[in-house]
Structure formats: structure tokens, C-alpha cells
């Protein structure tokens, strides 16, 4: 693990996207805030993740929240760690190719310390970038959803391992 401060707090993720990814896949917010918190939820000792859908709810309630602080976002949604996620690519197939499978997310991932001595600055960042499958894959060959389901999956193993103890798999 590169941050350790997950372990027995409350934790929130919130992703923020441009309207680009949104008009394309509006579901990915929620899917990509999923993802990472059932990963973090299933391996960080002692963490409370707050239900995604009620941290997607907050953010359509509250459109302007990338600009709130931390501590206040913290406050309302009533957690000690606030994980927000920039989703910067997020995508199914090839960019200018709709009939070549190959998904691709990318990410910078901010910690806020909410309980901290200084509650709305950042202790912890880091990008991340997967893609999935490894080879291209023919539209007819595999379904939308599988390839959706496999980048998500990566996303959360990458981004995840970074907040507890793991082994590293071999290439």
C-alpha cells in the first residue's frame, strides 16, 4: 500500500467528469464510484464506505461540489476520508473506431483528510490509466457490458491495491 489512512474510517468517493464522458456513458460516474468502493470495502481493514448511489445522489443534488471544500463535503455527507476521483478517459472502444472493443479509464485520485489539521488539502494523489482488454476485440464478438464490467474491475484492483497491503501478480 502507498496510504494507509483508510483503515477504521468512514469513507465517501466522488467522481467528477467532464460533460463529454457523461453525454457518452452518463452511468459511468456511479459505476467508476462503485467500483472503488466495493474494492476498498472488501480489503481495507476497519473502513465504512457511505453507499455510492447516496454519493452520486449528493453530487446531482449539489452540481457545483468540485468547488466546495472538502471539510464541508465531508461534513454533509458525514465521513472522516473523502476520496475524490477525477475521471479524465472512460471508454469502450477505440477512439474513431465504434467496431474495435478495447475500454480504457483514466484517473487522478485525490485524499482528503477530513478529521485532519488540515481538512480540505490533499495527503495523498495518484493517476491511474487501464485498459481492457489487452488486444482489441470485434464489436460482434463480446457484449458492451462485458467490456465495461472487465475495465471497471481493473480500475478498482489498480486504484484500490494503492490504500492496503497486496501481493503484486507477476506479468
Known amino acids: 500500500?502507498?496510504?494507509?489512512g483508510l483503515q477504521n474510517q468512514t469513507v465517501a468517493v466522488l467522481v467528477n467528469t467532464d460533460r463529454n464522458i457523461l453525454l457518452r456513458y452518463p452511468q459511468a460516474p456511479?459505476?467508476?464510484g462503485a467500483a472503488l468502493s466495493n474494492d476498498l470495502a472488501a480489503h481495507v481493514p476497519g473502513v465504512r464506505m457511505v453507499d455510492p448511489r447516496q454519493c452520486y445522489e449528493y453530487q446531482v443534488r449539489n452540481i457545483y461540489w468540485p468547488t466546495d471544500r472538502a471539510s464541508n463535503?465531508?461534513?454533509q455527507l458525514g465521513v472522516t476520508r473523502l476520496i475524490i476521483v477525477?475521471?479524465?478517459e472512460y471508454r469502450t472502444t477505440e477512439p474513431g473506431?465504434?467496431?474495435i472493443y478495447q475500454?480504457?479509464?483514466s484517473t487522478a485520485v485525490y485524499?482528503?483528510?477530513t478529521d485532519g489539521p488540515n481538512p480540505d488539502d490533499f495527503v495523498y494523489e495518484t493517476i491511474s490509466q487501464v485498459t481492457y482488454p489487452k488486444e482489441p476485440v470485434p464489436v460482434p464478438d463480446v457484449q458492451e457490458v462485458t467490456i465495461r464490467k472487465g475495465m471497471l474491475d481493473r480500475f478498482a484492483a489498480s486504484v484500490g491495491r494503492r490504500f492496503?497491503?497486496?501481493?503484486?501478480?507477476r506479468q
Open 164 to 169: 492496503y497491503d497486496h501481493t503484486q501478480e
Open 97 to 99: 473506431n465504434n467496431t
Open 30 to 32: 456511479l459505476e467508476v
Open 73 to 75: 463535503i465531508a461534513r
Open 111 to 113: 485524499v482528503a483528510e
Open 103 to 105: 475500454g480504457q479509464v
Open 1 to 4: 500500500a502507498e496510504y494507509f
Open 86 to 88: 477525477e475521471l479524465n
